[in-house]
Each structure stands twice: as C-alpha cells, then as structure tokens.
C-alpha cells in the first residue's frame, strides 16, 4: 500500500509552478485540475469526465458537481453518483478562480467537457495528469528532495492518486482533530475548518458553538464525496 500525501506547501509549489511551466492557453485548465484533484478528493477518471453541464448553481454561493456516468467513463459503482460540494471544500480564492474558468470557457455545447486542451474536443489523455506532476516536481525539485511518504515502496515518486488520499487525510483531520493540528498538516484555516463542517457534515448545527456539534462527530459516517 501506497502512504501517499501532498503538504500543503507543495500544493502550493505546484500550482505556482503550473504557472511558470505551462503554455499561458493550458494553464487555467491544469491548476483547476490539480486544485480540484487536491480539494475534492475525485477520482481521476471522474475528474477528467467532468462536463460543463454537470456543474450545478454556477453563479449562486453554492456551486457544486455532479458525478454521474457518461460516454468518457463509468463511475466506479453506483455510490460513487453523488454531488460534490465545491462551495464547502475549496477556499474562497479557489472557488472564485473556478467559477471565472467556467463562465469564461462554457460554451452552447452543454457535452462539452472541462479539462480540454484549447485545439481538441475531447477530455486530455489519461496518462496526461501523472506526467505533468512528475515534470511540475521535478521542475519544483531537480535535486529530488521531495518525496512521496510511502514506505513500503522504494519509488518516490507521486501517483496522481496522491492527491485522492491527500484530501480524505484533511477531511478526516478536520472532523477529528484539534484545530492546532488540522491547520499545520493540512494548510485550512479555521475559517476553511468551520466551513467544511457546518456545510457539509453538520449543517443544522451552523447556529451552534463548534464544541457542541463536535461531540456529535462520533455519530457521523464518511460523506459519499469520500467514497
């Protein structure tokens, strides 16, 4: 098993660098890409499939995704149909870059899918998103001095997949422990902290102090945007 998980500074690095490595047409696409992979934990069959007509309340403050199966991919059972919460999960400055992508990139063409490159019409290769963060930490790191946290494997370099399992490791930070800890793993103030809490896992509870609806964590099961 793969122990992988990306800080939050180098998430940072990364998109700074997809703007310093990357053609000025692709770029917006690319750091929307990682920013989501990074937030929302999706997979990235389900992210590469994202079509313009599976984004919901564009425009209002709660804009989310919908993962459904289409013509591009199947999702992986039937669970993982579910909606995304992106007003919850990715900050204001991010939710705010996705919502300009999207009004400045929909067109009529409501199968038109997001992550394409400006001369095509269908969704960027698969492999696409792997070889560009390998070249984006190597351009970040050329004396590889950052590395993935597994330990059962020699090879330390990412999977795209690290970012899925970077995003439950924050999630799962944020519902169980303290603030101090959750704000140094994982870069969410507590502002972002409060957010992904009262709007996702305890939204009835948004009137009450944070003590109160954390005594109910125990209650709560995985949301299915985890799944």
């Known amino acids: ?12 690095r990364i998109l700074l660098q997809i703007r310093r490595s990357i053609d000025p047409m692709e770029a917006d696409m690319f750091l ?13 069959k389900e992210l590469l499939g994202l079509r313009f007509s599976d ?3 564009i425009g209002t403050d ?8 289409n013509n591009y991919r199947k999702t992986k059972t039937e669970g993982s149909i579910r909606r995304v919460a992106l007003y919850a999960l990715l900050s204001p400055q991010e ?3 996705f919502t300009e992508y999207v009004k400045s990139n929909h067109i009529s063409k409501q199968q038109q899918y997001l992550f394409t490159l400006s001369t095509e019409n269908t969704p960027i290769p698969s492999h696409t998103p792997l070889k ?3 070249k984006i930490v190597k351009d970040i790191s050329p004396n ?18 690290a970012f899925r399992h970077t995003a439950i490791s924050n999630l799962a930070l944020a519902l169980n422990a303290d603030d101090a800890l959750t704000q140094t793993l994982t870069g969410l103030n507590t502002k972002h902290i409060d957010q992904v809490l ?24 995985i949301p299915p945007f985890q799944r």
């Open 132 to 134: 560009l963060l390998d």
């Open 95 to 97: 939710l705010e870059f």
């Open 62 to 69: 709660e804009p989310s995704l919908l993962i459904r199966p």
């Open 144 to 161: 590889a001095d950052i590395q993935n946290t597994s330990t059962q494997n020699t090879d330390t370099k990412f999977t795209f997949h």
């Open 32 to 44: 929307l890409l990682f920013i989501l992979a990074y937030r929302t934990g999706m997979r990235k």
């Open 198 to 221: 009262c709007k996702i896992w305890f939204p009835i509870r948004c009137h009450e102090s944070r003590p109160i609806y954390k005594l109910s964590q125990k209650q709560c099961h």
């Open 1 to 12: 098993v793969r122990a992988e998980w990306i800080s939050p500074n180098l998430y940072q």
């Open 55 to 57: 984004i919901e309340a």
